[in-house]
């Protein structure tokens, strides 16, 4: 996934009717799964400031499993 693919524009700002939202997103939605989670991805990696290429790996240190006592 290219870095340029996705556009962010975090000044535009609409407040419109029911009807005219649904128009928008009926046609600028991703229709796959698949490109929802690529867009959600890179929407994380905005704002979690990491590459793309090269997410983050998991902390498995902070959680710890074990049995009740009982």
């Given at each position: ?5 996705f556009k962010l ?8 009717t029911h009807e ?51």
């Open positions: 996934m290219e870095k340029g693919e524009d975090r000044t535009a700002f609409h407040a419109g005219e939202t649904e128009k928008y997103y009926s046609k600028n939605q991703p229709r796959s799964s698949y490109e929802r989670l690529k867009a959600a991805n890179y929407l994380n990696s905005v704002a979690f400031q990491f590459d793309l290429n090269n997410p983050p790996k998991m902390d498995r240190s902070a959680f710890s499993m074990g049995k009740h006592k009982f």
